[in-house]
């Protein structure tokens, strides 16, 4: 359904895609994942025809975006971080506005209304769109990515700014709509993709860093036990010791290092070792207690540290 082959995005000497490759299935919910300049909106304004590339090739359906951007962009409904909106307008006279623009040819009133039936905006139609709620205009965002039935529905932060119920409620349109459609899901929020996707592609600085799908992607993690430590003591002491421990490739500090009974610290081993016993014994030569410690199990806020602090050393070593 959709179809990036070593894409490239330069501005200047500058890369904001370097060479990734990906393919996408119908009706498979994707999320993209990536910190602030990781390329993740660079790569949506490309599928969708905003941007043109430096080299490379992105195919929607048969169409080659840059050569059949008409007929690409037919099969593409797109909801940017900012929907669209035209507050003066009521939902209906812009769901209407949206038609003709796209120059859909479905029945006009029976396609309007089964996309407000599915997006549950029905009892909204007649209102003015500046008197709705976030939530009810992030709705009416996803319903004017809906018309004409694209086969292809990409979704940049949907949820951004709404509250908990409202965050649930985007959710469980994003997994209806992943029935019927392919959906691509640009997002901040890890639990996000954990309870929508079937897969994950994270980037990290233009790159593609992992490509896997959900419930297999913290096997990525499988090699590294994580602990949780709380010690007695000076902190930056306890990192000294730590640090010296040779079998403990990570090890960080919280936040809150206000704690009475302790510094907590967070601490990644190599090849799955384990190191407790020797915390223990290096914490009782140094008199430093103690007082909780207990194995972390992996999350995807874990792959995803992991694999982009993997990128970023791998930059480092290269240059």
Known sequence: MLKVENLVKKYGDKYAVSDISFTIKDREVVGFLGPNGAGKTTVMNIITGYLSYTSGACTVDVYEILENPTEAKKLIGYLPDEPPLYPEMTVKEYLNFVYELKGCQLNRDKHIMEICEVTK????????????????????????????????IILDEPTVGLDPKQIIEIRNLV??????????????????VQAVCDRIIIMNKGRIVADERTDRLTE???????????????KKEIQEMLSGIEKISYAEASRDVTQPDGITFRIETKDGADVREEIFYACAERKMPITAMETVTSTLEDVFMNVTRENARKKVKTK
């Open 121 to 152: 905006i029905v009892d909204m139609k007649d209102r003015l769109i500046r008197n709705l709620s976030k939530g009810y205009k992030q709705r009416v965002g996803i319903a004017q990515a809906l018309i004409g039935n694209p086969k292809i």
């Open 175 to 192: 997994r209806s709509l992943g029935r019927d459609h392919t959906v691509i899901l640009s997002t901040h929020v890890l639990s996000e």
């Open 220 to 234: 990525l993690m499988s090699g590294t036990r994580r602990l949780s430590v709380r010690i007695k003591g000076n």
